[in-house]
């Protein structure tokens, strides 16, 4: 089993992968027994392997599975995918459900959590992750009505974009929805959004408080006192 | 009528592919029931790429991965425009895009599928909050319920609806199998024409009528089909 917390290593050894499970396991400690979730593709797909000990939550993929599952080699089947179009199954207790009952879920406030990337996160909690006008256009699949549907939506992402700040005083990128995003969880910190704009409630001790700031465009309130994320 | 499970499979409703999409004409605006080519109804598909119709308003939540299911009629130029909420994973979407050859409109999945259950029973739109201050919202009306702001989103109708089901009765009674209801529920209500293709065809009575899902009434024509490498 998984402990639920991850290594404290210093900046160098911070590559992709490790960058990858400090965020998917801290994200893991937000999730709730028995939590109703859905989980964008990507990064956000590796939280439940970080689950801590007596944690399970009911995963939802989007086009109609309640209670999802993995599937193994051999298993696959072309009637039985996950919101990635991937091979899956549906656990024993779950259920498979239309299109338009499974947003009912989402829209209609049944839902705990959803965790997704971002492109921009803004001080305002406005989210952009679907469009870059010009070079990407993919649409935005279920991520506005999951945003504006689910309790708490939490965004899982680097930083920065190759140094880049993401996190911003104001989207530039078309929203996804407005004041969607409860919290920013990265490979530097744990960032809640509040009325009163940005608190860095944890940090990932290899990084400085200046160094957070640095990397984020928006304006930060660092709490006090200043939790550990690992 | 019987309602034991070895009678015939016989009926009137029962067509061949060729049948079938005779019923899809060039210009017209088609549903096509599916999640990345999951619950798509490859044969007719297929049969709809091989009879050479072109300039469809197709409506489907997603265009699938090249090669598979509802993606051909993109990769064979059949379509002029296209509502779907994900497009990303085929990229000939977005080369036909940016030639001015297929205009697209994206639609929030959630609201597609409710545009489309709208279509299909009767409602004169769909208020929900996704999309409000977001490019869908463009030259949208807003309307406040109860202190709330929604967003009005039309709803959907075809001309032909296509969907899929793994076991179908001979009146059309449809039974779902795994992730394939998807956008297919839905579909099955809002067109003038419903064609829906079995895996199996079945006799009357070999799905209860608890595990109806799509009722017979809704399906005009059945064909024989499935999908590759199904069973």
Same mark, same amino acid.
């Given at each position: 089993m998984a402990t639920d917390r991850a290594p404290v290593l210093d900046?160098?050894?911070?590559?992709?992968?490790?960058?990858?499970?400090?965020?998917?396991?801290?994200?893991?400690?937000?999730?709730?027994?028995?939590?109703?979730?859905?989980?964008?593709? #990507?990064?956000?797909?590796?939280?439940?392997?970080?689950?801590?000990?007596g944690v399970r939550v009911v995963l939802e993929a989007e086009n109609g599975i309640v209670l999802a599952g993995g599937c193994g080699a051999g298993e696959e089947s072309p009637y039985v995918v996950? !919101?990635?179009?991937?091979?899956?199954?549906? *656990?024993?207790? #779950? !259920?498979?459900?239309?299109s338009a009952t499974s947003f009912g879920l989402i829209r209609g406030g049944h839902m705990d959590a959803t965790v997704? #990337?971002?492109? *921009?996160?803004?001080?305002?909690?406005?989210?952009?992750?679907?469009?870059?006008?010009?070079? %990407?256009?993919?649409? %935005?699949?279920?991520? %506005?009505?999951?945003?504006?549907g !689910?309790?708490?939506?939490?965004?899982? %992402?680097e930083h920065t974009q190759k140094g880049a700040p993401k996190i911003l005083p104001a989207c530039t990128l078309p929203l996804t929805a407005v004041a969607c995003v409860d919290l920013i969880v990265t490979e530097m910190g744990v960032i809640e959004v509040t009325p009163h704009g940005l608190v860095l409630t944890e940090i990932n001790p290899v990084f400085? /408080?200046?160094? /957070?700031?640095?990397?984020?465009?928006?304006?930060?309130?660092? !709490?006090e006192p200043l939790g550990s994320m690992l | 009528m019987t309602t034991?499970?070895?009678?015939?499979?016989? $009926?009137?409703?029962?067509? $061949?592919?060729?049948?079938?999409?005779?019923?899809?004409? $060039?210009? +017209?605006?088609? +549903?096509?029931?599916? @999640?990345?080519?999951?619950?798509?109804p490859h044969q007719v598909v297929e049969a709809l790429c091989a009879k050479g119709v072109t300039d469809l308003t197709l409506i489907a939540t997603d265009t699938s991965r090249p090669g598979y299911g509802v993606a051909k009629l993109v990769e064979q130029h059949r379509l002029r425009k296209l509502y779907a909420s994900h497009v990303g994973l085929n990229p000939a979407v977005a080369t036909q895009m940016n030639a001015g050859e297929l205009e697209v409109e994206l639609c929030p999945q959630g609201t597609l599928a409710e545009r489309i259950r709208a279509g299909g029973a009767g409602l004169g739109g769909v208020l929900t909050p996704t999309g409000?201050?977001?490019?869908?919202?463009?030259?949208?009306?807003?309307?406040?319920?109860?202190?709330?702001? @929604?967003?009005?989103?039309?709803?959907?109708?075809?001309?032909v609806a296509l969907i899929s089901g793994y076991k179908i009765d001979v009146l059309g009674n449809v039974w779902y199998r795994g992730t394939t209801r998807n956008f297919n529920v839905v579909m099955a209500t809002a067109a003038d024409v419903v064609i829906a293709e079995a895996d199996h065809v079945v006799p009357l009575g070999a799905i209860p009528p608890e595990d109806v899902v799509t009722p017979g009434v809704l399906v005009d024509y059945i064909v024989e089909g499935g999908v590759p490498g199904g069973d």
């Amino acid at each position: 089993m998984a402990t639920d917390r991850a290594p404290v290593l210093d900046k160098a050894s911070l590559d992709k992968g490790t960058i990858r499970e400090i965020i998917a396991r801290r994200v893991a400690r937000e999730l709730k027994d028995g939590d109703f979730v859905n989980l964008g593709i #990507g990064l956000p797909t590796m939280i439940p392997d970080y689950l801590p000990d007596g944690v399970r939550v009911v995963l939802e993929a989007e086009n109609g599975i309640v209670l999802a599952g993995g599937c193994g080699a051999g298993e696959e089947s072309p009637y039985v995918v996950n !919101a990635g179009g991937q091979p899956a199954s549906c *656990q024993v207790g #779950g !259920a498979f459900i239309d299109s338009a009952t499974s947003f009912g879920l989402i829209r209609g406030g049944h839902m705990d959590a959803t965790v997704l #990337g971002a492109l *921009q996160v803004d001080q305002a909690g406005n989210l952009a992750n679907w469009i870059i006008p010009g070079k %990407m256009v993919p649409g %935005m699949g279920g991520a %506005m009505d999951l945003v504006v549907g !689910a309790k708490h939506v939490i965004v899982a %992402m680097e930083h920065t974009q190759k140094g880049a700040p993401k996190i911003l005083p104001a989207c530039t990128l078309p929203l996804t929805a407005v004041a969607c995003v409860d919290l920013i969880v990265t490979e530097m910190g744990v960032i809640e959004v509040t009325p009163h704009g940005l608190v860095l409630t944890e940090i990932n001790p290899v990084f400085t /408080v200046d160094e /957070v700031c640095a990397a984020t465009a928006a304006e930060l309130t660092v !709490a006090e006192p200043l939790g550990s994320m690992l | 009528m019987t309602t034991t499970t070895d009678a015939p499979v016989t $009926s009137h409703k029962l067509v $061949s592919v060729a049948e079938a999409v005779a019923h899809v004409e $060039s210009g +017209m605006t088609v +549903m096509i029931g599916g @999640f990345m080519g999951c619950g798509n109804p490859h044969q007719v598909v297929e049969a709809l790429c091989a009879k050479g119709v072109t300039d469809l308003t197709l409506i489907a939540t997603d265009t699938s991965r090249p090669g598979y299911g509802v993606a051909k009629l993109v990769e064979q130029h059949r379509l002029r425009k296209l509502y779907a909420s994900h497009v990303g994973l085929n990229p000939a979407v977005a080369t036909q895009m940016n030639a001015g050859e297929l205009e697209v409109e994206l639609c929030p999945q959630g609201t597609l599928a409710e545009r489309i259950r709208a279509g299909g029973a009767g409602l004169g739109g769909v208020l929900t909050p996704t999309g409000l201050g977001t490019p869908v919202a463009d030259g949208k009306p807003t309307v406040e319920i109860d202190g709330r702001t @929604f967003l009005l989103e039309k709803p959907l109708r075809a001309d032909v609806a296509l969907i899929s089901g793994y076991k179908i009765d001979v009146l059309g009674n449809v039974w779902y199998r795994g992730t394939t209801r998807n956008f297919n529920v839905v579909m099955a209500t809002a067109a003038d024409v419903v064609i829906a293709e079995a895996d199996h065809v079945v006799p009357l009575g070999a799905i209860p009528p608890e595990d109806v899902v799509t009722p017979g009434v809704l399906v005009d024509y059945i064909v024989e089909g499935g999908v590759p490498g199904g069973d």
